[in-house]
T-cell receptor
Framework: KNEVEQSPQNLTAQEGEFITINCSYS?????LHWLQQHPGGGIVSLFM???GKKKHGRLIATINIQEKHSSLHITASHPRDSAVYIC??????????FGTGTRLTIIP | NAGVTQTPKFQVLKTGQSMTLQCAQD?????MYWYRQDPGMGLRLIYY???????DKGEVPNGYNVSRLNKREFSLRLESAAPSQTSVYFC???????????FGPGTRLTVT
């Protein structure tokens, strides 16, 4: 059983819409990561956080430690944001456990 | 900086053949990782090396061996390839505890 659950699995939205992708995990963690995988396959780390909120450009990541939940938000979405977004956690042993990803498609 | 590089990008093997996937990083990172990615599943850890000279099994190590040749290089070997090892393989590295991971471009392996 995967200890990291993401929702939705697939998301299609119109350009300009506000996007939210959710991640929940089962036990206490030391850090949570949001990664982006483009159609070409490369994986890029977007955020690493253990509390609160981080912002980079149009991307915002939040985490609620008590509720064991994190969200990734994209404001003013654009077709170039189309990608698979992956949530991953570390449980203190520095090994990442990954969710299965959310495939986001932004339609012009 | 090239970051994390992997070779080859694509490979087709017949069942029973062997091969080595190469990974190198030029960021002076201590930790290196090998993952496989299969459709419908999250990335899964095969082996990792927390520091030069050490290696440890991950979630799915069966059928694989690794070598941390030096601080820069971490190779993954398939001694006798099986169709179940058809996958995309990613190498990653990071500086150490509490740092983010950097991923290579991946190797798409098909075993027929």
């Amino acid at each position: 059983k995967n200890e990291v659950e993401q929702s939705p699995q697939n998301l299609t939205a119109q350009e300009g819409e506000f996007i939210t992708i959710n991640c929940s995990y089962s036990v206490g963690i030391s850090a949570l990561h949001w990664l982006q995988q483009h159609p070409g396959g490369g994986i890029v780390s977007l955020f690493m956080l253990s509390s609160g909120k981080k912002k980079h450009g149009r991307l915002i990541a939040t985490i609620n430690i008590q509720e064991k939940h994190s969200s990734l938000h994209i404001t003013a979405s654009h077709p170039r944001d189309s990608a698979v977004y992956i949530c991953a956690v570390t449980f203190g042993n520095e090994k990442l456990t990954f969710g299965t990803g959310t495939r986001l498609t932004i339609i012009p | 900086n090239a970051g994390v590089t992997q070779t080859p990008k694509f490979q087709v093997l017949k069942t029973g053949q062997s091969m080595t996937l190469q990974c190198a990083q030029d960021m002076n990172h201590n930790s290196m990782y090998w993952y496989r990615q299969d459709p419908g599943m999250g990335l899964r850890l095969i082996y990792y090396s927390a520091s030069e000279g050490t290696t440890d099994k991950g979630e799915v190590p069966n059928g694989y061996n690794v070598s941390r040749l030096n601080k820069r290089e971490f190779s993954l070997r398939l001694e006798s390839a099986a169709p179940s090892q058809t996958s995309v393989y990613f190498c990653a590295s990071k500086r150490g505890i509490g740092y983010e991971q950097y991923f290579g471009p991946g190797t798409r392996l098909t075993v027929t």
